[in-house]
C-alpha cells in the first residue's frame, strides 16, 4: 500500500510539472514571408490593446495571472509566453473565450519578435 501511494504522489507530480514547464517554453519560430519592418506603434500596439489589454484581462488595472500588457515594456518581456499562447500552444489559447487572431496578425507578431521587438 505504501508503494502504491509513493507511486500516485510521484504520478501528480510529475503531471503537475509536465505543464508548467511547456508553458514558459521558448516558441519556435516560423519563418514568415513578411520582409517589411513590423511598425509596433500601427500594428502590434493596437493588436494587444484591442484582444488582450482590455478591462478586466491584462490591462494595468487587472493584470490578470500578472500580466500587464498595456506597455511596450509589458508586451516586449512577454513576448514569447504571448506568442506561445496565440498559437494556443500555452496553458490556456489567447484571447482566453474569443475566437482564434487570424494567422496573418500571428504572423506579424512573429516577425516583430524576429526583428527584434523594436519600439518603433
Avoid at 8 to 29: G, Y
Avoid at 36 to 43: A, G, P, Q, V
Wanted: aromatic share 6%.
Amino acid at each position: 500500500m505504501k508503494k502504491f501511494l509513493t507511486f500516485l504522489s510521484v504520478a501528480a507530480i510529475t503531471a503537475v510539472s509536465i505543464p508548467s514547464c511547456t508553458k514558459d517554453k521558448a516558441p519556435e519560430l516560423i519563418t514568415t514571408d513578411i520582409t517589411d519592418t513590423i511598425s509596433f506603434s500601427e500594428k502590434i500596439g493596437p493588436l494587444i490593446h484591442i484582444n488582450c489589454a482590455t478591462s478586466g484581462c491584462h490591462d494595468a488595472e487587472t493584470a490578470t495571472s500578472g500580466y500587464d500588457l498595456s506597455s511596450f515594456q509589458g508586451i516586449s518581456d512577454n513576448a514569447s509566453m504571448m506568442l506561445n499562447a496565440m498559437r494556443g500552444q500555452g496553458a490556456v489559447q489567447m484571447p482566453y473565450n474569443l475566437p482564434a487572431l487570424p494567422d496573418s496578425s500571428i504572423a506579424q507578431f512573429e516577425a516583430w519578435i524576429v526583428q527584434g521587438k523594436l519600439n518603433n
